[in-house]
């Protein structure tokens, strides 16, 4: 309404658009826990766990464990490592530990150092393996255990 005084109400946030940060020159030690996404541009050391996306600018460090559905680093991260999703290593970052992801993606210069394993493929063999020791105790009766 034209004149009116009354404000709008302001929309509630979402968590696609919700972002804890740890700012440049800002250190955090212990746990943070969140629903929503994080950016480190600061230095976070302890254990950070988020359902959204955890994005390391360039002057960003992690020291200890991170899990999250997605992450994006440019700068620093140590520890373990543990990425649902998809995993992007930006041209400047340096990463070293046990990593664990969904999908990776490497820029050119990236470093990473330390023990990789891509788990989605790791649980598709391990399904496939109990669905065929499966369908062969159903065939003959007998049931067969697999050794992964």
Known sequence: MIGSTKKSPRPEPTSENVVNRIAKGTSFEG???SENNVRIDGTFEGELVTKGRV???NSGKIKGTVTCAHCETE???EGTIVVHELFVLK???KVHGDIQYGQLSVENGAQATGSLHLTSKVKDIQSNTTREANKEESKSGVRQTAAV
């Open 75 to 77: 700068g620093e991260m």
């Open 31 to 33: 746990v943070l826990r």
């Open 91 to 93: 041209a400047s970052a």
């Open 55 to 57: 994005v390391v600018g």
